[in-house]
């Protein structure tokens, strides 16, 4: 089945205790992305990736750190959590190379930063 | 730059009363139109998507949405709602190159009562 993976679902953390968000996708897709999602605010983005080593900071990029070192995995790392980095994650891709391709999202991760 | 306006952050409807979701969209170039729906504890879903050919599009679970140029508009419809329908949806824009974002707006809560 093609789809997005993300892992975990759920996690609860410490301010300052760094953390790793995974994303998987099994579809061979070359553009990846991680969004937030945040009551009243929508779906804003924080980075991109359009391939293999090649990554970008989206509109809220501040926090968070990318790396797309193989094509199907593109993990989204919070060096030192805050509480406003409360939210619910969405990773996403997309075959990339026209704009009439939508994406493909995974399930989600809620994180929550006490 | 691309930009969505989603109006009404909830709508509420009876069951089987006509489903009326509103989007406009700002684009710099001829834009390609996504909606998506989220139901609760899930990711995002594609219902439907516009790219330049049809401008009335029609998704999935009966949902359908007509784009109209002139009003810069791409409202999302269903003739009949049903109780399996509540649940927000995104309307969103895509970028002016093949690997670019897509902009969401804020998100549309549909409420449907027996």
């Known amino acids: 089945e093609a789809q997005v993976t993300q892992n975990p679902r759920y996690l609860i953390t410490v301010t300052g205790k760094k953390l790793t968000v995974t994303c998987s996708q099994n579809m061979n897709h070359e553009y990846m992305s991680w969004y937030r999602q945040d009551p009243g605010l929508g779906l804003r983005q924080i980075y991109y990736s359009m391939n293999v080593e090649v990554t970008d900071k989206g509109d809220v990029p501040e926090g968070y750190k990318v790396s797309r070192k193989e094509k199907r995995n593109f993990p989204l790392i919070l060096e030192s959590p805050s509480p406003n980095q409360t939210s619910l994650y969405f990773c996403?891709?997309?075959?990339?190379?026209?704009?009439?391709?939508?994406?493909?999202f995974g399930s989600g991760t809620r994180l929550t930063v006490v | 730059a691309q930009s969505v306006t989603q109006l009404g952050s909830h709508v509420s409807v009876s069951e089987g009363a006509l489903v009326l979701l509103r989007c406009n969209y700002s684009s710099s170039v001829p834009p390609y139109l996504f909606w998506y729906v989220q139901y609760p504890n899930q990711g995002l879903q594609l219902l439907l998507k516009y790219t330049s050919a049809a401008t009335l599009v029609k998704g999935i679970n009966g949902f359908e949405a007509e784009f109209k140029k002139s009003e810069t508009s791409f409202h999302l419809t269903k003739p009949s709602a049903h109780m399996s329908d509540a649940a927000e949806y995104f309307c969103a824009v895509s970028g002016d190159s093949g690997y670019s974002t897509l902009t969401f707006g804020k998100g549309t809560m549909l409420l449907v009562s027996p």
């Open positions: 996403a891709s997309s075959p990339g190379g026209s704009r009439a391709y939508g994406y493909t």
